[in-house]
């Protein structure tokens, strides 16, 4: 009896290990969240790749100049009448934590914070006394 080898199949079996492998991690850091940041005349901006979290997932603690920003986010999909079975289920949850020093030079009363598509968006106005500007000689 002559039996055919499947050559895909083999490759198809570690692909599927390798998925539940990535999924079974419930939660990311700030090792590989991915953030710009970047200095205008005006302020300091940092933005943090989130995607899924909504402003209420967020929160954002200062003390002194380290700023603290966590996520946390849980995705829910159960229902009553929910008849199916799952082979794989990497809705869970996620969560990130990254804190910054910032430098003196922040009006800490001012910084605001917004998500918008999956970015968050992070201003630190600088203090008035480090904003540059011309003295006229007289």
């Given at each position: 009896m002559l039996v055919r080898r499947n050559p895909f199949w083999a490759l198809?079996?570690?692909m599927f290990n390798d998925m539940l492998d990535?999924?079974?991690?419930?939660?990311?850091n700030s090792s590989n969240?991915?953030?710009?940041?970047?200095?205008?005349?005006?302020?300091?901006?940092?933005?943090?790749s989130v995607p899924g979290f909504k402003k209420e997932?967020?929160?954002?603690?200062?003390?002194?100049?380290?700023?603290?920003?966590k996520?946390?986010?849980?995705?829910?999909?159960?229902?009553?009448?929910?008849k199916r079975h799952y082979y794989l289920k990497?809705?869970?949850?996620?969560?990130?934590?990254?804190?910054?020093?910032?430098?003196?030079?922040?009006?800490?009363d001012a910084i605001e914070a917004k998500v918008l598509d999956g970015v968050l968006h992070v201003t630190m106005p600088k203090a008035a006394q480090a904003i540059a500007k011309s003295i006229s000689i007289n």
């Open positions: 198809s079996q570690a990535d999924t079974n991690s419930s939660s990311s969240l991915a953030t710009n940041l970047y200095e205008t005349d005006k302020a300091y901006v940092m933005e943090l997932d967020i929160s954002m603690h200062l003390e002194g100049r380290q700023l603290t920003i996520g946390n986010h849980e995705v829910t999909n159960e229902h009553e009448d929910d990497s809705f869970s949850k996620s969560s990130f934590g990254k804190v910054v020093t910032l430098p003196e030079k922040v009006a800490q």
